[in-house]
């Protein structure tokens, strides 16, 4: 089973990276963000309040997204594997899914971290706002903040899969095939 933690800042290309690398890998995509904006577009109550968070740049409680997983794991037992986008963002996130993943008797087999630099970043969120209708898409201090908070509590994530040697940094610049070309050798080279 090949399970990936695909990390990067919003606007680093995660979404794009991960279709290619479930076509290539028959991988299950777990994607925090897709999950939400389902709960968000049936109006839920949880898709209410994460709405709101998330508008205001702010992240949506862990037990929750955890539950999320739980459920999306366990109604897909028979995958080659999953790619987790989006999640997690927090050392404590990551070792709520490193005991949620040894109790259904896997690991994470990696991280793969796609690096941009800031000032992109925002480039391509207010450009992807101009498609998308998204709220957090569209204003560039909400965007700034989404950065922030990333580089505050997510950037941490590299120390912790470093410890465990499961954190590989991939140039996130560049045409979407160069970087998917990147991401698989460095996949295909340490599995």
Not at 79 to 95: M, V
Not at 132 to 144: C, K, L, N, P, Y
């Amino acid at each position: 089973m090949l399970n990936l933690v695909l990390f990067g800042p919003p606007g680093a290309g995660k979404g794009t990276q991960s279709q290619k690398l479930i076509d290539k890998y028959n991988l299950v995509h777990l994607s925090t963000g897709d999950i939400l904006r389902s709960e968000i577009a049936n109006q839920t109550a949880l898709g209410l309040e994460a709405k709101k968070l998330m508008d205001q740049g702010h992240l949506v409680p862990d037990e929750v997204v955890i539950g999320m997983i739980s459920s999306k794991l366990d109604n897909n037992k028979d995958a080659a594997g999953f790619i987790f986008d989006g999640f997690p963002r927090t050392t404590a996130q990551a070792e709520a899914l490193d005991n949620l993943l040894k109790e259904k008797g896997t690991v994470v087999n990696m991280m793969v971290a796609l690096d941009v630099d800031d000032e992109e970043l925002t480039k391509r969120l207010l450009l992807r706002g101009k498609d998308s209708g998204r709220a957090d898409d569209q204003d560039e201090s909400i965007i700034r903040n989404r950065i922030e908070v990333y580089n505050k509590n997510t950037a941490p994530l590299k120390d912790y899969y470093s410890a465990q040697s499961k954190f590989y940094s991939i140039d996130g610049i560049g045409s979407i095939d160069e970087i998917f070309s990147r991401v698989c050798d460095t996949i295909d080279n340490n599995r």
